[in-house]
């Protein structure tokens, strides 16, 4: 099993093609596309974590999600409303979503903070945790090596959720500090 992360998909809110500025004709478009890179990366026994903004419909949120590969894990964002309302209506069903609403989540082994919201100081930064954020202004709230923060928001990565260990071990390669 891997653990990914990715953030604001926005399925099924119109006004993300205009606003994040996303190259497809319509909504439909942009689910299949979102959903067959998902899948091209992710398999069944996979993590994915999303950072914010997973769906904003809950009717085509339970489309989507009966569509991706693996167990999410939806860590509250700005607009995770309906992906909060999937979550209590499949309390008793499969267990393929959750949902984190305290916002931040501390992953020990990879030395790793997730959280949609970019933080100034966050647990564990002295002894060189990453933050990994899902804000989607990846634009303003830019990944940075030697700060160790990494924008996972899905625009920024070709709508592909990102390997969390490939990209840890990657970030603590002192080399990379030196360029």
């Keep these: 099993m891997k653990i990914f992360l990715t953030s604001n998909q926005q399925f099924g809110r119109p006004s993300a093609l205009k606003t ?21 990366t992710v398999s069944k026994k996979d993590a994915v974590f999303v950072l914010g903004n ?11 999600l009966a569509a991706l ?9 700005e607009y995770d409303r309906a992906s909060e309302e999937i979550v209590e209506l499949k309390k008793h069903d499969d267990k393929k979503i959750r949902f984190i609403s305290d916002g931040i989540k501390k992953m020990l082994k990879t030395k790793s903070v997730l959280s949609y919201w970019p933080l100034a100081d966050w647990p564990k930064k002295k002894q060189g945790f990453i933050s990994f954020i899902g804000h989607p202004n990846y634009k303003k709230y830019k990944s940075s090596h030697k700060s160790k923060i990494v924008n996972v928001c899905c ?7 990102i390997d969390l260990t490939k990209l840890t071990t990657l970030y603590n390669d002192p080399d990379l500090l030196n360029d």
């Design 20 to 40: 994040n500025k996303r190259p497809f004709d319509s909504m439909t478009d942009m689910h299949d596309f979102m959903i067959k890179q998902w899948n091209s």
């Design 54 to 64: 997973f769906v904003w419909d809950p009717e085509i949120g339970e489309q989507v």
């Design 155 to 161: 625009d920024a990565w070709d709508f592909k959720p």
């Design 69 to 77: 590969n693996g167990e999410i894990y939806v860590i509250e964002g």
